[in-house]
């Protein structure tokens, strides 16, 4: 038997240069299932996402997703891209290791915890405003810091980069006056120890940023951070707190799991 995809429309172009298409997987040109390919909407196109990759529970097991997937990277390449990404839920083991299995490596995964309440702080720890003096310095540093953490996971250089100012420019439009953004400094007995940026729009809280100072490693201020995060998820009226953690950050993932958060998604790249 012979699994293809065909197109169920004409290939999409966008004003931006951004492609995509719906496919459905066939089998002798019987539908069993389908997915969605397109540019990608960050990075352009140079990189392509495969999306919603679905096979009908009567023909899995058979070879059919990973057929699917192999000619959607070869539609890719005929597009011109350079690197293939998926978004894989959490739980899916079976697409795990499907991805795994074609040669796709783990960047990073999203996280969620429930909020029932707002915790208290330890003893002589407490967040307030980052300050206008405060906020430049800190900008410029992690805007470099992030760029590195997508370089080193096997995005370009140039693409890590426009993709930090990109980010930074639509997450704080107004700097510390952006809508639903808490920029926070974390003391402990009236020192800095820490920094928090979490966002509260849409209906979860988000940690973009936390980070306790290098100096102050070691005592616990990560994890007050991450209770203060949740204290303004509470205050902020919002039942759940996600953030992202990038794969290899052992540290970040033991503290995160030790607090409750739980694995959503995970990004998986691959270079073509």
């Known amino acids: 038997m012979t699994t293809t995809l065909r197109p169920t429309e004409p290939l999409q172009h966008a004003a931006d240069g951004a492609r995509s298409r719906h496919y459905r997987v066939c089998v002798n040109g019987r539908p069993v299932g389908e997915l969605r ?12 996402v495969v999306e919603d990759l679905r096979v009908d529970e009567a023909d899995r097991g058979r070879g059919r997703a990973t057929v699917a997937a192999l000619a959607a990277e070869e ?6 891209c350079a690197r293939v990404e998926a978004e894989v839920p959490a739980g899916t083991a079976a697409a795990l290791r499907l991805a795994t299995a074609l040669g796709y490596r783990h960047r ?6 429930t909020v029932d309440t707002a915790p208290r702080l330890p003893p002589g720890s407490a967040g307030r405003p980052m300050t206008e003096a405060e906020f430049g310095p800190w900008l410029a540093a992690l805007k470099e810091r ?5 370089a080193d996971r096997g995005v370009p250089v140039d693409e ?8 930074h420019d639509r997450l704080l439009p107004a700097g510390l006056a952006s809508d639903d953004v808490v920029l926070s400094v974390l003391e402990h007995e009236g020192v800095p120890v820490g920094t928090l940026w979490l966002s509260v729009a849409g209906e979860r809280g988000f940690v973009y940023y936390v980070e306790a100072d290098a100096r102050f490693r070691g005592r616990g201020h990560g994890r007050t951070l991450m209770l203060l995060a949740e204290a303004q998820t509470s205050a902020a009226g919002k039942p759940v707190l996600a953030l992202n953690v990038f794969t290899g950050n052992a540290p970040a993932e033991r503290l995160y799991e030790s607090l409750g958060y739980r694995p959503v998604t995970y990004s998986m790249y691959k270079e073509l």
């Open 37 to 48: 390919l397109r540019t990608h909407p960050v990075f352009g196109p140079s990189a392509a």
């Open 75 to 80: 539609i890719a390449r005929g597009w011109g």
């Open 108 to 113: 990073n995964r999203t996280l969620e915890k």
């Open 146 to 150: 992030y760029a590195s953490s997508w």
């Open 160 to 167: 890590a980069r426009a993709k930090s100012e990109r980010d």
